[in-house]
Nanobody, 123 residues
Framework: QVQLVESGGGLVQAGGSLRLSCVAS????????MGWFRQAAGKEREFVAA????????YYADSVKGRFTISRENAANTVYLQMNSLKPEDTAVYYC????????????????WGKGTLVTVSS
């Protein structure tokens, strides 16, 4: 059984930064693509970013490109999402996810989900 536990959410002013972390446990971490999704109140869950098992390829939604950076540390079974220049429209619950590939992640073919961490950006 894979468990994904997110942390790092909180309240931040527009223009500020946050770094989310996701720790995986329960199986081999380094062979999977990892990613982040978000879901704002009243909206569908949307893809944010993904990273290959090796960390050499990343993929971002257009809405966060240039502002968010995904990275991973396989030795620590951890994936990160550095969020800069935050906007009120980034307010959402952010979910960590594991999938077979980046392409599967972007297509929402996720194998495991975390429970989410709330990010609130005030104007």
């Amino acid at each position: 059984q894979v468990q994904l536990v997110e942390s790092g959410g909180g309240l931040v002013q527009a223009g500020g930064s946050l770094r989310l972390s996701c720790v995986a446990s329960g199986r081999t971490f380094s062979v999977s693509a990892m990613g982040w999704f978000r879901q704002a109140a009243g909206k569908e869950r949307e893809f944010v970013a993904a990273i290959t098992w090796s960390g050499d390829t990343t993929y971002y939604a257009d809405s966060v490109k240039g502002r968010f950076t995904i990275s991973r540390e396989n030795a620590a079974n951890t994936v990160y999402l550095q969020m800069n220049s935050l906007k009120p429209e980034d307010t959402a619950v952010y979910y960590c996810a594991e999938a077979a590939t980046n392409q599967a992640m972007a297509s929402h073919r996720v194998q495991y989900w975390g429970k989410g961490t709330l990010v609130t950006v005030s104007s």
